[in-house]
């Protein structure tokens, strides 16, 4: 499995960014894809993922009215939309990849997720 995110970047409070990660070497509709974050001496977080199988999505509350995650199943990509970002969302966003039910789980960190590389999105001025 190879992942690659991009989309990264320094942004102002109040502003966009779309992340984006495509996976290659997985059988069609097998797994998931989303994102976690981590900032400097905090725990990796599950920001969002989505079923390639089912299309079943899971997004963490705090940012669920500000992130959205989608799919393209034609180019294996999965896109977090991010709005109205905010100095506290600033971190290393990971792509990762998991089982079709990882949605259901919360997109908790498994003994199944396969980690792609990071990208950094900072928010300030």
């Known amino acids: 499995v190879q992942l690659q995110a991009s989309g990264g970047g320094l942004v102002q409070p109040g502003g966009s960014l779309r992340l984006s990660c495509t996976a290659s070497?997985?059988?069609?509709?097998?797994?998931?894809l989303g994102w976690f974050r981590q900032t400097p001496g905090k725990e990796r977080e599950g920001v969002s993922c989505?079923?390639?199988?089912?299309?079943?999505?899971f997004t963490l509350y705090s940012v669920s009215d500000r992130f959205t995650i989608s799919e393209d199943k034609a180019t294996n990509t999965v896109y977090l939309q991010m709005h109205r970002l905010k100095p506290e969302d600033t971190a290393v966003y990971f792509c990762?990849?998991?089982?079709?039910?990882?949605?259901?789980?919360?997109?908790?960190?498994?003994?199944?997720?396969?980690w792609g590389q990071g990208t950094q999105v900072t928010v300030g001025s």
């Open positions: 990762a990849q998991d089982l079709p039910n990882w949605p259901r789980s919360g997109c908790r960190r498994r003994t199944e997720t396969r």
């Open positions: 070497g997985l059988p069609p509709n097998s797994y998931s």
């Open positions: 989505i079923s390639f199988g089912d299309g079943s999505t």
